[in-house]
C-alpha cells in the first residue's frame, strides 16, 4: 500500500510539475551555454571573472569565434546543471545574459525518392510541421470518384468508407482523381518509395460520389458528408462543385460543422471572380490554386468565398502523385493541376493542426488564417488570408501545448531516462532509502508485538515522512525554477534542516529526538494524528540509524564518532520515546 501511495504521488506530482510550466514544449537541445558579458565592462574585469570561473568553478570558457571578442560572447561547454552554476555565480552585473547554447538541426527530409520533385510540398513549409505532427489519429474523408489503394498507399491507414455512386462499401477509383487527391493528403511517406504526402500518418476514409467521368449529384455528395460526420472523420476534403446553391448540400455541411469536422473545398477553375459552390458556403474553408512560383494559378478562381491559397499547379509545374490510369486501371506516377489539386494540401495541414490539439473548426480556420503568408497587393482577392504555410501553421497550433516528443525531451533532459536516476533516486542513494523505510516498519513491528495496535494511514504517514520522506522529489528538475522546493518536498524531517542549502551535512537540530518528540508533545491526545507523530518518532530513528552507518556528517560536529554518537544516541531516544507515547494503548492506530 506504501508503494502504491508513493508512485501515486510521484505521478500526481510529476503530473503537475509539468503541465503547470508553461516552458516546457518552448525546451532544446544543448552541450553549452552562452555566456555574454557587458561590451562596457573593461577587458581586465572580464578576464578576472573568467579566472574566477577557471580556479573556482572549473569552468573553462571560450569565445565563440575569432570575431566574439568585440561583444564579449564566451560559451561554456556543459549541461543543466553548468547553466545552474553560472546563473548562481554573481555575474548578473556583469553579464547581459546567461543562456543555453541550443542546438538547432535541419529539418529531416523524408526518402521517398520523387519527394524533390514535389516543389508543392517545398513551397507550403511542410517539413518544419512534421517536426511536430503527422496527423496521427486524424480521419480525413476523401468525397470524391474513390480511393485505390495504390502501391504508394501501402503504408496509409485507411477506414471504412461507402461508395454512393453504386450503393456498395468498396469506394474504389475509377477516374485517378479521388486517388490522387487522398496521395496528397496521406500518401505512404518515408517508405522509400514514390513521392510524399502532407499527413501521412492520418487515416483516409474514401466516400465515392463521383462516377468515373467524374460526375455525381449533389444528393450523393449530402449523404456523404452526412455519413463521413457520423463516422468520426475530423476533415473533409471536397475537390468539387458547380455553379448551383443547393439546400442539401448546405444543411449537411452545416450538420457536419455542428460535429466539429473541418470542410475543406476546391473554389473551382473557371478563372471566375467567386467560388464555386459548395467552397462559397459559410463554414467551408474555400481553397484557390497557386502555381510553383506561388502566383494564382490561371484557372483558379478567386475573389467572393476565397478563404486561402495553396499549390494546385499549373503546366509549368504540376502536382505530382501516386494514382491510378483510369484508361486500364494500372498504378502510375502522374501530375495534375486545378483547386482540386489545392484543397487538399489544406486538409493536410487541417489534419495536422487537428492533431496538434485543436478540435474546433473555427479554431483550425483561425490558425490556417493567421499563419498563412499574406500577400500585400491582392486587391481582387486572390489569395483569401494568404498563402499556406504549414509549418507556421502547427507552430501555432502547438503554442501552449505540450506534445509527447516534449514530454519525452523533458523526461531525457531531466535524467528520468537514464537508469542512475532510478539506481540512486536522482540525488538521494536509493538503497539507503529503502533501509531507512524497512527499518522504520521493521520498529513498528518491534513495538506491534509489545503495544498492540492496527496499521493507518496515519502511522503509515509518519513512518514515511521521519524516515526516506517523498525522496524521488529531490531529483526532479524542471528547467530555470529553483530547485530548492523539491528539495524540501522530497526530505525526510531528518533532512529538512540542510534541504534549502542542499547540502549533504545533517542539521543536529533536524537530525535528533527535538522534532518527533514537538509533535508527540502536540498530538498525544488526538486519536489519529498521535499515531502519525509516533510513525515520525520510528521513521526519524530508523534514519537516523541508517545515517549513523553510512553518512554521519553533522553541523558542527564533522563526521567522526562524535557524528555518529549524536546520531545513535537521538536514534534510541526516538524509538524510546514511540515505545513511550504507544504505552497502554490496545487500539486502531
Aim: hydrophobic share 45%.
Amino acid at each position: 500500500m506504501k508503494k502504491l501511495l508513493l508512485i501515486s504521488l510521484f505521478i500526481v506530482g510529476l503530473a503537475f510539475s509539468l503541465f503547470n510550466f508553461k516552458g516546457l514544449a518552448a525546451q532544446g537541445d544543448f552541450e553549452s551555454i552562452v555566456l555574454d558579458f557587458r561590451e562596457d565592462i573593461p577587458v581586465a574585469e572580464v578576464q578576472r571573472e573568467l579566472n574566477h570561473l577557471a580556479q573556482d568553478l572549473n569552468l573553462s570558457p571560450q569565445l565563440n569565434s575569432e570575431f566574439s571578442s568585440k561583444d564579449n560572447i564566451y560559451i561554456v561547454s556543459g549541461d543543466k546543471n553548468t547553466l545552474r552554476t553560472l546563473k548562481n555565480a554573481g555575474l548578473t552585473e556583469e553579464t547581459e545574459y546567461i543562456e543555453p547554447n541550443y542546438l538547432y538541426r535541419a529539418f529531416k527530409a523524408p526518402n521517398d525518392p520523387e519527394y524533390s520533385k514535389q516543389w508543392n510540398l517545398h513551397n507550403i513549409n511542410i517539413e518544419a510541421a512534421w517536426e511536430e505532427t503527422k496527423g496521427n489519429g486524424i480521419t480525413v474523408a476523401v468525397i470524391d470518384t474513390g480511393v485505390t489503394p495504390v502501391p504508394d498507399l501501402k503504408q496509409t491507414k485507411f477506414v471504412k468508407g461507402y461508395d454512393f455512386v453504386s450503393d456498395r462499401i468498396e469506394a474504389y477509383d475509377d477516374n485517378g482523381h479521388g486517388t490522387h487527391v487522398a496521395g496528397t493528403i496521406a500518401q505512404s511517406t518515408d517508405n522509400n518509395y514514390g513521392v510524399a504526402g502532407i499527413a501521412y500518418e492520418a487515416k483516409i476514409m474514401p466516400l465515392k460520389v463521383l462516377s468515373g467521368s467524374g460526375g455525381g449529384t449533389v444528393a450523393d455528395i449530402a449523404e456523404a458528408i452526412r455519413y463521413a460526420a457520423d463516422n468520426d472523420a475530423d476533415v473533409i476534403n471536397l475537390s468539387l462543385g458547380g455553379a448551383g446553391e443547393s439546400k442539401i448540400m448546405q444543411e449537411a455541411v452545416d450538420y457536419a460543422y455542428e460535429k466539429g469536422v473541418v470542410v475543406i473545398a476546391a473554389a473551382g477553375n473557371e478563372n471566375r471572380n467567386s467560388a464555386s459552390y459548395p467552397a462559397r458556403y459559410p463554414h467551408v474553408i474555400s481553397v484557390s490554386a497557386l502555381d510553383a512560383a506561388n502566383n494564382k494559378a490561371p484557372y483558379s478562381n478567386f475573389g467572393a468565398g476565397v478563404d486561402i491559397a495553396a499549390p494546385g499547379g499549373s503546366e509549368a509545374g504540376k502536382i505530382l502523385q501516386n494514382t491510378i490510369d483510369p484508361e486500364n486501371g494500372k498504378a502510375v506516377f502522374l501530375g495534375f493541376q486545378g483547386t482540386s489539386m489545392a484543397a487538399p494540401h489544406v486538409a493536410g495541414v487541417a489534419a495536422l493542426i487537428k492533431a496538434a490539439g485543436i478540435k474546433e473548426p473555427d479554431e483550425v480556420l483561425s490558425i490556417l488564417k493567421e499563419s498563412s503568408r499574406k500577400v500585400e497587393q491582392d486587391p481582387l482577392n486572390h489569395y483569401g488570408a494568404g498563402q499556406l504555410d504549414a509549418g507556421t501553421a502547427v507552430k501555432l497550433a502547438m503554442q501552449g501545448q505540450v506534445s509527447f516528443k516534449d514530454f519525452f525531451r523533458w523526461l531525457r533532459e531531466n535524467g528520468y531516462l537514464n537508469p542512475r536516476f532510478w539506481i540512486d533516486g536522482g540525488t538521494i542513494a536509493l538503497l539507503p532509502k529503502v533501509a531507512m523505510v524497512l527499518g522504520s516498519y521493521i520498529l513498528a513491528w518491534f513495538l506491534r508485538a509489545y503495544f498492540p495496535f492496527a496499521w493507518s494511514w496515519s502511522l503509515t504517514s509518519g513512518l514515511v515522512a521521519g524516515s526516506s520522506g517523498l525522496f524521488f522529489l529531490r531529483g526532479l528538475y524542471i528547467f530555470d525554477l529553483p530547485q530548492w522546493p523539491f528539495r524540501v518536498a522530497g526530505s525526510s524531517i531528518p533532512e529538512l534542516g540542510n534541504a534549502i542549502q542542499g547540502t549533504s551535512s545533517l542539521n543536529p537540530i533536524f537530525a535528533s529526538v527535538a522534532i518527533p518528540a514537538l509533535l508527540i508533545v502536540a498530538f498525544l491526545g488526538h486519536k489519529s494524528w498521535k499515531w502519525f507523530a509516533i510513525g515520525t518518532s520510528l521513521g526519524v530513528a530508523s534514519c537516523l540509524a541508517v545515517n549513523a552507518v553510512i553518512a554521519p556528517e553533522l553541523w558542527g560536529l564533522g563526521d567522526g564518532i562524535w557524528a555518529r554518537g549524536f546520531l545513535v544516541m537521538n536514534a534510541i531516544l526516538c524509538f524510546a520515546l514511540a515505545q513511550l507515547a504507544s504505552q497502554g494503548e490496545n487500539q486502531t492506530a
